[in-house]
């Protein structure tokens, strides 16, 4: 089971090039996900941010961009400065009519150091399920 990826599919009341932006373009990310000092949607772009459980307790996120295919596919490494440890996260759109699914997958979660608490696979699960269930569909259907 720790070895299994997180895979969580939504689909959005919205076009497939809505979603793309919001997953893409850094001044739309940083309304819903991290506020990404560089962020490039291209192969080989390099980025970081600092996340954590508490204002006590943040890491620092060291990631590049792996694949790119717009509007549909967006890979990027996922690791932990100074920890062992790499996973990908994957976000696939899948265009239908006005909607949009987004299944986003990520694994190589078992990589990561299995004494640190804060690695754990629930909080990655809680984590992305917040991310793309709540922000990101607050951001992309807000309630009128």
């Not at 809505?18 to 080989?44: I, R, S």
């Not at 390099?46 to 890979?75: A, N, R, W």
Request: hydrophobic share 35%; glycine share 6%.
């Amino acid at each position: 089971m720790d070895n299994q990826p997180i895979v969580l599919e939504r689909v959005f009341n919205t076009p497939a090039a809505k979603v793309w932006k919001a997953l893409t373009n850094k001044d739309e990310m940083k309304k819903w996900y991290f506020d990404l000092p560089e962020f490039k949607a291209q192969e080989g772009c390099k980025f970081q941010f600092s996340g954590g459980p508490d204002p006590e307790t943040q890491y620092l996120h060291l990631c590049e961009v792996t694949e790119v295919i717009p509007e549909k596919k967006l890979t990027y490494s996922w690791r932990y400065d100074g920890y062992e440890g790499n996973s990908f996260v994957t976000f696939e759109l899948f265009g239908q009519e006005n909607k949009t699914c987004l299944k986003l997958t990520h694994n190589g979660l078992e990589t990561f150091p299995k004494e640190n608490k804060d690695f754990a696979r629930g909080n990655f699960v809680e984590g992305w399920n917040h991310i793309i269930n709540t922000s990101l569909n607050e951001y992309l259907e807000p309630v009128a």
